[in-house]
């Protein structure tokens, strides 16, 4: 028998389903132009994998997370820390190439969880579900010999059923039930948010891949995980929680407009930006703003490279300088 989740659309969830729509067709309508989109999906993958490795305790800062996905080592971090970030982006890649996969199987399960989990396991075996009974806190998920039965339901309710809500509910949804049943001896975590986000990508919701939810989840952890153990003490009522992960999807979408509206310009003439040029903006977001002594750092310019970074997203209102000539840092445009 399919997995059937049991909810109640209330006035409250409704009414955050129709704020959701309204800021994603506002995002998508933007003008924005093609050649941010890129700098666009890089940042979103980073903040993707630096909170989604940092609600399991993962120390790597944003900026650490950042040199990761350069490519580039961060400073002062460990080897095991830096596997779980670069086995993060590894596991976002497999989700991206796979978003329209029109069926999902066991095998893709597990190769996204061996992805993950490879080489970070405090037990069990990656891409493999798991043998022996695990506890999450108070919560005792399933019998080892009942995760296989009850995975099956649940690809069968995500391959058919899931198509007749909106991703919004069903994303929720299948994170919710992935992380119920605990199939996997470790990296459950990260596996079912990466589940969840897949789902947003299969279902067209996030068609750029601009979305960090998982920001979101990890901003006010307790939150968070009060929100999933609430839906056991309600007899497997699932309400409360699609309204946090509605909240959620509101507070994320409401962030990348403001993301696009600074990565917009309001010169009339379109600005093609340089990757350094992207780079520093994405630092300025970072940091809140910027010296010159640290832009020319962060970058590794001179004082004359880092002014002609600067001056034409100056120019274009999209920076803008505070202070005077010895203590002035660069902020973004009304931020």
């Known amino acids: 028998m399919a997995y059937q989740p049991r909810f109640s659309i209330t006035p409250a969830l409704l009414g955050l389903v129709e704020e959701i729509s309204a800021l994603r067709a506002r995002i998508q309508g933007a003008s924005v132009e093609l050649s941010w989109i890129p700098a666009l999906q890089k940042d979103t993958r980073t903040r993707n994998g630096h909170a989604s490795t940092a609600i399991e305790g993962n120390p790597l800062t944003l900026e650490q997370v950042r040199a990761l996905e350069e490519g580039r080592e961060p400073i002062a971090s460990e080897p095991r820390h830096r596997r779980e970030v670069t086995n993060y982006f590894a596991g976002l890649r497999y989700v991206e190439k796979h978003a329209e996969v029109p069926r999902i199987r066991h095998e893709h399960l597990f190769e996204l969880h061996r992805l993950l989990a490879h080489e970070v396991m405090d037990q069990g075996t990656a891409g493999a579900y798991r043998t022996i009974g695990v506890r999450v806190g108070d919560h005792f998920p399933p019998h080892p010999d009942d995760v296989s039965p009850l995975m099956f339901e649940l690809l069968e309710w995500w391959n058919a059923g899931s198509t007749e809500l909106s991703p919004i509910l069903s994303s929720a949804i299948l994170h919710y039930r992935f992380e119920d049943i605990h199939p996997f001896a470790d990296g459950n975590g990260r596996t079912g948010r990466a589940l969840a986000l897949w789902e947003l990508y299969?279902?067209?919701?996030?068609?750029?891949?601009?979305?960090?939810?998982?920001?979101?989840?990890?901003?006010?952890?307790?939150?968070?995980?009060?929100?999933?153990?609430?839906?056991?003490?309600?007899?497997?009522?699932?309400?409360?929680?699609?309204?946090?992960?509605?909240?959620?999807?509101?507070?994320?979408?409401?962030?990348?407009?403001?993301?696009?509206?600074?990565?917009?310009?309001?010169?009339?003439?379109?600005?093609?930006?340089?990757?350094?040029?992207?780079?520093?903006?994405?630092?300025?977001?970072?940091?809140?703003?910027?010296?010159?002594?640290?832009?020319?750092?962060?970058?590794?310019?001179?004082?004359?490279?880092?002014?002609?970074?600067?001056?034409?997203?100056?120019?274009?209102?999209?920076?803008?300088?505070?202070?005077?000539?010895?203590?002035?840092?660069?902020?973004?445009?009304?931020?």
């Open 202 to 335: 299969r279902r067209g919701f996030d068609s750029h891949h601009l979305f960090s939810v998982d920001e979101y989840y990890w901003e006010d952890r307790p939150a968070y995980y009060a929100a999933l153990a609430q839906v056991r003490t309600a007899d497997e009522d699932l309400t409360q929680w699609l309204e946090y992960s509605a909240r959620g999807l509101v507070h994320t979408l409401a962030r990348v407009w403001q993301r696009v509206i600074r990565f917009q310009s309001s010169h009339p003439e379109k600005l093609i930006l340089s990757p350094k040029q992207e780079r520093l903006l994405g630092l300025i977001a970072d940091h809140g703003s910027l010296a010159p002594a640290e832009i020319r750092e962060h970058l590794g310019v001179s004082k004359q490279g880092a002014m002609n970074l600067l001056t034409p997203l100056l120019d274009a209102d999209l920076v803008e300088k505070r202070g005077n000539a010895k203590t002035g840092k660069y902020f973004l445009k009304g931020a």
